[in-house]
């Protein structure tokens, strides 16, 4: 087996570079990963480049924060009053998190006003980015056995039990 394609064993080495709204870049180490494309979702922007890809091929992606954990969404700033609030935790650059009504409430508490707080409700890794350098380094066909554990693991996962 040359290319990748649905079903089949693909090796991977790669290294991430994310890049956080404020600009502070992190790199990862070279890592490596092996997956049953098609059934083992990676980021939509991986599985197109790899979908057809060649043994040894190399590939320079850049991963939007749509596919990672969503964009930072300004309109998500908003003023609340502070009644209902447990005052002990409200502190400036922190993250506030309360049950109501059997829901977590979260955000983080960018300013305290006397009868108010600004609060962000965009989850804490919006707006995170990431460029990735990638190697195919292996193709082979997948048994029977090797796609329903692969499918049985993306359940479990999609679920939150693994």
Do not use: W
Request: hydrophobic share 35%; glycine share 8%; proline share 6%.
């Amino acid at each position: 087996m040359d290319r990748v394609k649905e079903n089949c064993a693909v090796k991977i080495e790669f290294s991430i570079h994310t890049e956080m709204p404020d600009g502070t870049v992190t790199e990862r180490p070279m890592e490596e990963m092996e997956f049953i494309f098609g059934v083992e979702c990676q980021v939509p922007t991986l599985e197109q480049a790899l979908d057809g890809a060649s043994l040894g091929q190399q590939l320079s992606l850049r991963i939007p924060p749509e596919e990672i954990y969503g964009a930072y969404d300004p309109s998500l700033i908003r003023e609340i009053p502070k009644e209902g609030l447990i005052k002990q935790r409200i502190r400036e650059g922190v993250y506030y998190r309360q049950m109501k009504k059997g829901a977590l409430v979260s955000f983080k508490v960018l300013e305290v006003r006397p009868d108010t707080v600004v609060a962000d409700f965009n989850e804490p890794m919006a707006g995170i980015s990431a460029s990735m350098e990638v190697k195919v380094t292996g193709i082979r066909e997948a048994d029977a056995s090797e796609i329903e554990a692969a499918r049985e693991a993306h359940r479990k996962r999609s679920i939150g039990c693994g």
